[in-house]
């Protein structure tokens, strides 16, 4: 069973993007994109939701 984390390896600020990307074995890049995309267009929704994501996603160190 797959288990999302926060990635150690592809991390730019906190890791829920690149625990996302390996996750769903997508380009992080991609999802970073379409993340800054969508941040702009939703008035800052999603920057709420990825700060709780922060707190609620455990750490890839933590799961090994």
């Given amino acids: 069973m797959k288990k999302l984390y926060r990635s ?3 991390r730019m600020f906190a890791g829920i993007l690149g625990g996302l990307a390996e996750y769903f074995n997508v380009d992080v890049t991609i999802l ?3 993340f800054l995309v969508s941040l702009f267009m939703s008035a800052f929704t ?3 939701v990825y ?3 922060i ?3 455990p750490s890839e160190r933590e799961i090994r």
Avoid: E, H, K
Wanted: net charge positive; no cysteine; hydrophobic share 75%.
């Fill in 8 to 10: 150690n390896s592809q």
């Fill in 32 to 34: 970073r994109l379409a």
């Fill in 46 to 48: 999603f920057a709420f």
């Fill in 51 to 53: 700060l709780i994501a």
């Fill in 55 to 57: 707190f609620i996603v």
